[in-house]
C-alpha cells in the first residue's frame, strides 16, 4: 500500500510580471501546474535544464515565494509562509563567517528562544550527525567548502524540521567531493528518516542519492516524467559502477536531451 502525501504539490504556478522598458508589464510563466506528492521520509530529487524553475519550486514549498496559482499542502495544511517544519540547505555558502561552527548552527536554535544549554547540546548533537564532532570551534575560513555545507545542513537538522529542502547545496564543491557528502547525506537521511527534496543539475548525483527523480521540462516548468530509483539502499561510490546505475543515467540524458532539442528548435522558429 503506498504511504499518504505528507507534502502535496496541487497544480502549483508561478508567474513573474516584467516591467518592461516602455512602461508595460510582461507576464513570464516560470512554474506551470506542478501537481506531485511525496510520502514522508521518501528522498526526493528534481532535475531539469537550466532556468527551468527548480530553484523556484523550492523557494515556493519553503514558504519564501508565494505561489500565483495551485496549492501546497504539508499533512494537509495549506504552505503560505516559511514553516518551522520546513528547514532549507541554500546553494551558496550561507554560514556566518565570524561565528564558529557550533554558534552557526545555534544561531537559529537561539532565534527561538531556547535555553542556551538546551542550544548547545543540540547543536553538538547535529554537528555529530554530519561528521564533524571535533570541529565546533572552527570558523569558516579553517573549514573546507564541503565542510561548511555540513554547517549548513547540521544548522538545518538542529531545528528538527519534518522536511529538508537542499537547493544544490553541494555545487560549490568539486565531483569527488560532492559524491562523498552525497554519502554522508544518505546516511543521515537513513538516521534521521527525514523527507527530503533535493535540487540539483547533475544527474549522477541525482541517481546516487534519490527513491525518486522529478525531471522537470524547460520554461515553464512542469513535471514530464517521474523516475523510481530501484537501488540498493546502501549505497556507496562503488555504485557508480554498475549496469543498473548507467541504465538510470542513460535513460536520463535522453530524457534530458530530447527536451533540450525540443527547446531548441523552438528558439530557431522563434527567431
Known amino acids: 500500500m503506498a504511504s499518504p502525501a505528507f507534502l502535496e504539490l496541487r497544480q502549483v504556478s508561478k508567474v513573474y ?3 518592461q522598458k ?22 526526493v530529487t528534481v532535475v531539469g535544464p537550466s532556468g527551468c524553475g527548480k530553484s523556484t519550486l523550492l523557494s515556493m514549498i ?25 528547514g532549507m540547505v541554500f ?13 552557526n548552527v545555534s544561531f537559529g536554535l537561539e532565534m527561538q528562544d531556547l535555553p542556551k544549554p538546551q542550544c548547545r547540546k543540540r547543536s553538538q548533537e547535529a554537528l555529530e550527525l554530519v561528521g564533524l564532532k571535533g570541529f565546533e570551534y572552527s570558523y569558516p575560513k579553517e573549514l573546507s567548502g564541503g565542510m561548511r555545507q555540513r554547517v549548513a545542513i547540521a544548522r538545518a537538522l538542529a531545528l528538527n524540521p519534518d522536511i529538508l529542502l537542499m537547493d544544490e547545496p553541494f555545487a ?72 543498473a546505475f548507467a541504465q538510470y543515467t542513460g535513460h536520463l540524458w535522453n530524457v534530458m536531451r530530447s527536451e533540450w532539442e ?4 523552438s528558439a530557431q522558429h522563434m527567431a
Open 17 to 19: 510580471s516584467i516591467r
Open 62 to 86: 519553503a514558504g519564501l515565494n508565494p505561489i500565483s496559482s495551485g496549492q501546497l499542502l504539508l499533512k494537509g495544511v495549506p504552505i503560505t509562509s516559511p514553516h518551522p517544519s520546513l
Open 172 to 243: 560549490a564543491v568539486d565531483p569527488q567531493t560532492r559524491m562523498f557528502i552525497g554519502t554522508e547525506l544518505r546516511r543521515i537521511w537513513r538516521e534521521t528518516g527525514k523527507t527530503i527534496l533535493f535540487i540539483t543539475h547533475d544527474i549522477n548525483e541525482a541517481v546516487f542519492l534519490s527513491q525518486e527523480i522529478w525531471v522537470m521540462s524547460s520554461r515553464p516548468g512542469t513535471i514530464i516524467e517521474v523516475v523510481d530509483i530501484d537501488l540498493p539502499a546502501e549505497r556507496d561510490i562503488a555504485i557508480l559502477a554498475t549496469d
Open 262 to 265: 525540443s527547446t531548441q528548435e
Open 91 to 103: 546553494q551558496e555558502d550561507s554560514i556566518f563567517p565570524w561565528m564558529n561552527a557550533l554558534e
Open 22 to 43: 516602455d512602461g508595460s508589464t510582461q507576464k513570464i510563466e516560470v512554474v506551470r501546474e506542478v501537481t506531485q506528492t511525496i510520502p514522508e521520509g521518501h528522498f
